[in-house]
C-alpha cells in the first residue's frame, strides 16, 4: 500500500505539479491542483487516443498538440495561446525533474553494484579500502 501511495506521490510531483507551475506562471484563471490533475487526465487520454487510432506518429503528435493545447485552455480557463504555454513549460519541468531523478537514483548497472557491493566500473578496489 505504502509503494502505491509512493508511485502516485511520484507521478504526482512530475507530471501534475509542473502544470500548476505553468498555470501560476502565465496567469490561468484556475491554477489549482485538482484543476490541473483533470486536465492532466484528459491530455493523457488524449494522448493514448491519438496513438491508437493515428497510423502516422507525426499526425498523433501534432493532435495530441493541438488537443493538450485546448484542454488546457478550456480547463484552466485561459486562452489557447496561453494554454500552449502551460503545455511547453509544464513538459519542459517535468523533464527537468525526471532528468534529476534518474541521475540520483541508481538505475541498471549502477544499482546492481551498488546491493551486491562490486566496486564501480573504473575504480579500483583499493581506492575503496580505508587506509590506516
Do not use: H, N
Not at 97 to 107: A, F, G, K
Amino acid at each position: 500500500m505504502l509503494e502505491l501511495v509512493v508511485v502516485l506521490a511520484a507521478v504526482s510531483f512530475v507530471t501534475v505539479i509542473p502544470v500548476v507551475v505553468g498555470a501560476r506562471v502565465i496567469g490561468a484563471r484556475r491554477t489549482e491542483f485538482v484543476a490541473a490533475l483533470s486536465a492532466v487526465a484528459m491530455q493523457a487520454a488524449l494522448g493514448a487516443a491519438t496513438k491508437s487510432f493515428s497510423s502516422s506518429a507525426e499526425l498523433a503528435v501534432l493532435a495530441a498538440i493541438v488537443g493538450g493545447t485546448a484542454i488546457y485552455a478550456i480547463v484552466l480557463e485561459t486562452t489557447l495561446l496561453r494554454g500552449l504555454f502551460i503545455g511547453l513549460i509544464g513538459t519542459a519541468i517535468g523533464i527537468v525533474v525526471l532528468m534529476i531523478l534518474t541521475s540520483t537514483v541508481p538505475i541498471g548497472r549502477d544499482l546492481v553494484e551498488a546491493a551486491t557491493l562490486v566496486p564501480p566500473t573504473g575504480v579500483a578496489a583499493e581506492a575503496l579500502v580505508p587506509l590506516g
